[in-house]
């Protein structure tokens, strides 16, 4: 028979924080890159160890998706 756990919403927050923090310092650690999104722009780049920011893919275009297929036409 299987224990029934259940977790505030409060502490799954936190273990998931505590998981993101000592996943980025582990490919810091092993100078991996690390992926970054930007919430204004939409792009999102990879920080490599030494710092510089490599943009990997633009923002996506907002609106209707009948109006971007109207554009690419």
Avoid: C, F, Q, W
Wanted: aromatic letters at 4%; glycine letters at 6%; charged letters at 45%.
């Amino acid at each position: 028979m299987e224990a029934d756990i259940t977790m505030s919403e409060k502490d799954l927050l936190k273990r998931v924080k505590k998981a993101v923090s000592l996943d980025l310092e582990k490919r810091k650690a092993m100078n991996a890159p690390i992926v970054r999104y930007d919430r204004e722009t939409g792009d999102i780049y990879h920080e490599m160890p030494d710092g510089e920011m490599v943009k990997v893919s633009s923002g996506r275009k907002r609106g209707r998706y009948s109006e971007r297929i109207k554009e690419k036409a």
